[in-house]
Nanobody
Framework: QVQLVESGGGLVQAGGSLRLSCAAS????????MGWYRQAPGKQRELVAG???????DYADSVKGRFTISRDHAANTLYLQMNSVKPEDTGAYYC??????????WGQGTQVTVSS
């Protein structure tokens, strides 16, 4: 069974940086594109950054130029480097496959709170 464990969130001032990590168990990480998803208070979960198996990346317009997604195949770990954060980046961040598969359960997420 695939397990996704996110970490690295916290409270940060606007303009600061955070690095999120996602440890993935199981083979799914090695055969799937992966993404970081964000759920802001009162909003639906949205894909903010994605990376394919061969390293191609794509970003939501709201984070383009500030966030960088990367993956370490040897460590089965996905990362999200968040720079120049804004209050609107506040939310719970989750990793999952991209596109998201219904059979893959969401992890507990990691909370990011950006103060102005």
């Amino acid at each position: 069974q695939v397990q996704l464990v996110e970490s690295g969130g916290g409270l940060v001032q606007a303009g600061g940086s955070l690095r999120l990590s996602c440890a993935a168990s199981g083979v799914i990480f090695r055969i799937s594109g992966m993404g970081w998803y964000r759920q802001a208070p009162g909003k639906q979960r949205e894909l903010v950054a994605g990376i394919t198996l061969n390293g191609n990346t794509d970003y939501a317009d709201s984070v383009k130029g500030r966030f960088t997604i990367s993956r370490d195949h040897a460590a089965n770990t996905l990362y999200l480097q968040m720079n120049s954060v804004k209050p609107e980046d506040t939310g719970a961040y989750y990793c999952n496959t991209m596109p998201q598969r219904a059979s893959i359960r969401w992890g507990q997420g990691t909370q990011v709170t950006v103060s102005s």
